[in-house]
Each structure stands twice: as structure tokens, then as C-alpha cells.
């Protein structure tokens, strides 16, 4: 693979190209699906792709190609797009070579068809009028760069995934309840199952309408509605745009201080060793005690605010320039599992997915609950439909009353559930 690669640096290099790098991904993925019930499908599929990025008098360029591409024809495009773009420093990470082995475990299909049909039957035992799908997947993706001042990285992850929806129609009422699992040698099914009858269970009866300022519950997994507001402000692009709320923030109390966060790449299992720039992933303390400690940067953005680069240079897309984003974000957990938070809420909902998108960067939201449920007496009483939560996210974690102990992975965010006050909801 190095020396296919190699090819691309060599050619640019004859085209008078002094500087240049070449980003390949491949993967093999093998998806299970099950619909109404019964498997319905069995797929095996394989991409390859290859980006070169090059700068012409310090001018970019960027080219893309998929499959077999022939080195000439991209390094040809890859020159005629710096013709359309201004002089730019330019971002290389020095010489350094940095090979890491798979430590994933492959499932066959079999084992990941028995998963599928195991947890579908297990929903139906207790809820007969389910209907039940899921996806199941193994796959193994190899991520290589190379660039011309010597830099060779390669990491391979095989990694496994699972998730099961269920639905409910009773009359008109529609329940859609889901969730899933990611890991890089095991499946633990049965917390997901567990974790979908219980909702089942709470969402039996409907409560009544509710409307008012109150205490509200994010599951984990509806907390990051909050979380991502707060990763957009600690990006120093958004720094740098000056469209950030905490661009001039560091080292002040900016949210609740029961809120510690940071950044975690060796941790199972969305560990990262090194951003799509070929910088070394690190530790990163964000917010401590609610002060703000850091702002993540990738390469460029770390230059323009004076800062090294914190290791966070990632593409969003194969034909994407790096980008500051972050790999593990971990929340330190509070006291106290899930059932412990809710008999602490006297009078509120508990919020546990959410339709459409949440707040952008100024923290305002209004948002569709798609699965709550109604807490009186720390009690839950049904679920709520109809329903609609408001607020400002810089503000709300400000007052938020409690984190759990209930750390569930969310994407790539390692959060517990947590209770903020002061929440309008709206039925």
C-alpha cells in the first residue's frame, strides 16, 4: 500500500510539486437487516478512496478519486484546482512514521444473524404487537496518509455495531423507541434489549398534557442536544470567526461547575491515533469544574490564534480540507444511576429522543420531544406526547441540578443523563 501511495508524491514531485499529501481510506463492511420482524437482507460491500491535497506556489488543490484512480490524472486535477484558490501557509506534519495494528474482533454473520434474531424474539415475548428491525454490522477500515516531508501513518479498525428499533401502533398512537451499541471486539445485546422493554414499560399509559417552566431529564441518550452547543463553542474555528459565545472565555466559569469534560482518544471504543492531518491525538481538557479550559484546532486554526494545533484536524468528507472536530468526548459522571435522577424530579418530563436538529451556535432551541415521559412524586406517571421543550443552552447549563452515574456512549460522547431546571415545555 505505501508504495502504490508513494506514487502520487513522486508524480507531483516531477510536476514540480515540492509539497503534497495523500489520504486513502478502505473499508469492507457486511450489514444485516431485519424488517418487520425476519431478516430481510445480507450485503457485503467495499470502498476505496484516495485524496491528494497539494499546494502550487502555495496555492491548494485537492483532488479526489475512488477505486483503482490512476496517480497522473489525479495529481493533474489536484494542480488545476490551486489555478482557483489564494497562497496559504502550508499544513504538513513533519516527517514521522506511526503504524498501529487492529485491535478489533470480527463477528462471522452468523453470530451477528443469531444477535438480530435473539433480540427481536426477546421484545416480542414480552411485547407480542412490536414490530421490530435492526441492523447489524461488522466492518474493517484502514485509514493511510503520507505526505512529502516523510510522514507515514496507518491505523486499521474492525469494529461492530447494532441497533434495534421497535414500533408500537395502538389506534392512532405511533411509539418508536431506539437504540444501539458500538464496539470494537463485543455486542452486549442484552442492555440494549433491557434498556428498550423498560421504555416500553414507562411508556404504557399517556400522561396528561403539561405545560410551564420545570425541571427537565436528558437521558444519555438525549443529552447531547446540550453537549453539542458546547463542542461548537470550544472550537477555535469558531473562535477564530468570532462566532463563538466563550471566544474570550478561557480560564472563566462559563457553565455549571458540575460539569467536567475532555477529550479521551485512546479510550475503547472510538479510539483515534492520529487526526487526518497525521498530528498525534491527545488528551484534552475542556471545561473543568464548568471554567473553560481549552479550544481544539486542527493545523491552520492553531496558527491563525497562535496555538500549536491540539491534534483535531479531521475531514468531515473524503473531499473535505481538515477541519477542527473532536474524537472521544468524555463528561465525568455525577452520583446516582437513572432511576436515582427521576426520583429526584417532584414535578417534570424526561426527555429520551428528540426530532430534528438541535441548537447552532448561539444555543437557542425549540424542539419536538419524540419519546418523554411525565415524573410526578418522583414517580413515572405515562408518557407525554405533543410535546415541545425551549430554552438557551449556554444558559440551561447553568442551572443544571444533577449528573448521573449512568455513562452511556452517544456517537462519540461518553455522557451520563443529567437534570437541568427551568425549561419551558410546551404541549
Given amino acids: 500500500m505505501k508504495n502504490e501511495l508513494e506514487q502520487f508524491l513522486q508524480l507531483a514531485k516531477k510536476s514540480g510539486i515540492n509539497d503534497s499529501e495523500v489520504y486513502h481510506v478502505q473499508s469492507q463492511s457486511r450489514p444485516i437487516f431485519f424488517e418487520g420482524n425476519r431478516l430481510k437482507q445480507l450485503e457485503s460491500s467495499q470502498s476505496v478512496g484516495t485524496a491528494l491535497r497539494l499546494w502550487s506556489d502555495r496555492c491548494p488543490g485537492l483532488a479526489v478519486g475512488?477505486?483503482?484512480?490512476a496517480p497522473n490524472i489525479l495529481v493533474d486535477k489536484a494542480i488545476a484546482i490551486t489555478e482557483l484558490n489564494d497562497p496559504q501557509t502550508i499544513e504538513l506534519a513533519p516527517a514521522r512514521q506511526d503504524i498501529h495494528p487492529d485491535t478489533g474482533k470480527s463477528l462471522p454473520i452468523e453470530d451477528l444473524i443469531e444477535l438480530g434474531q435473539d433480540a427481536i424474539?426477546?421484545?416480542r415475548d414480552v411485547y407480542p404487537d412490536t414490530i421490530c428491525s435492526a441492523e447489524l454490522e461488522c466492518e474493517t477500515e484502514t485509514t493511510t496518509l503520507l505526505n512529502s516531508r516523510g510522514l507515514y501513518c496507518q491505523y486499521t479498525e474492525t469494529s461492530l455495531s447494532y441497533s434495534l428499533g421497535v414500533e408500537l401502533v395502538r389506534g392512532e398512537d405511533f411509539l418508536g423507541i431506539y437504540d444501539g451499541e458500538y464496539s470494537k471486539d463485543h455486542l452486549d445485546s442484552d442492555r440494549v434489549i433491557d434498556n428498550i422493554l423498560q421504555r416500553l414499560n414507562w411508556a404504557e399509559n399517556n400522561a396528561p398534557a403539561v405545560t410551564g417552566k420545570m425541571p427537565v431529564l436528558f437521558t444519555a441518550n438525549a443529552a447531547t442536544l446540550l453537549w453539542d452547543t458546547v463542542l461548537m463553542a470550544l472550537s477555535g474555528k469558531q473562535v477564530l470567526e468570532e462566532s463563538s459565545p466563550w471566544g474570550k472565555n478561557q480560564g472563566k466559569l462559563v457553565i455549571s461547575p458540575l460539569v467536567t469534560m475532555s477529550q479521551q482518544p485512546n479510550l475503547e471504543p472510538h479510539s483515534c491515533p492520529f487526526d487526518d492531518e497525521g498530528t498525534v491525538t491527545q488528551q484534552l481538557n475542556l471545561i473543568t469544574?464548568?471554567?473553560l479550559d481549552n479550544f481544539y484546532c486542527d493545523r491552520f486554526v492553531g496558527r491563525e490564534l497562535g496555538l500549536e494545533t491540539t491534534g483535531n484536524g479531521f475531514r468531515p468528507s473524503l473531499g473535505s480540507y481538515p477541519t477542527p472536530s473532536l474524537v472521544n468526548v468524555v463528561l465525568e459522571p455525577g452520583n446516582g444511576s437513572l432511576t436515582d435522577l427521576i426520583t429526584e424530579l417532584d414535578n417534570g418530563i424526561i426527555v429520551d429522543q428528540i426530532l430534528g436538529s438541535g441548537a447552532d451556535?448561539?444555543?437557542?432551541?425549540?424542539?419536538?420531544?419524540?419519546?418523554?415521559?411525565?415524573v410526578a412524586n418522583g414517580e413515572i406517571i405515562g408518557r407525554v406526547k405533543d410535546t415541545a421543550i425551549a430554552g438557551n443552552v449556554y444558559t440551561v447549563l447553568k442551572q443544571i441540578m444533577a449528573l448521573g452515574s449512568d455513562l452511556s456512549w452517544n456517537g462519540s460522547c461518553y455522557t451520563p443523563s443529567v437534570i437541568v431546571e427551568g425549561l419551558s415545555v410546551i404541549s
Avoid at 475512488?66 to 484512480?69: L, T, W
Avoid at 451556535?361 to 411525565?374: E, K, P, Q, T, W
Wanted: no cysteine; net charge positive.
Fill in 66 to 69: 475512488y477505486g483503482q484512480v
Fill in 121 to 123: 424474539a426477546k421484545i
Fill in 361 to 374: 451556535i448561539s444555543g437557542d432551541f425549540s424542539i419536538n420531544v419524540d419519546l418523554g415521559y411525565r
Fill in 289 to 291: 469544574k464548568g471554567r
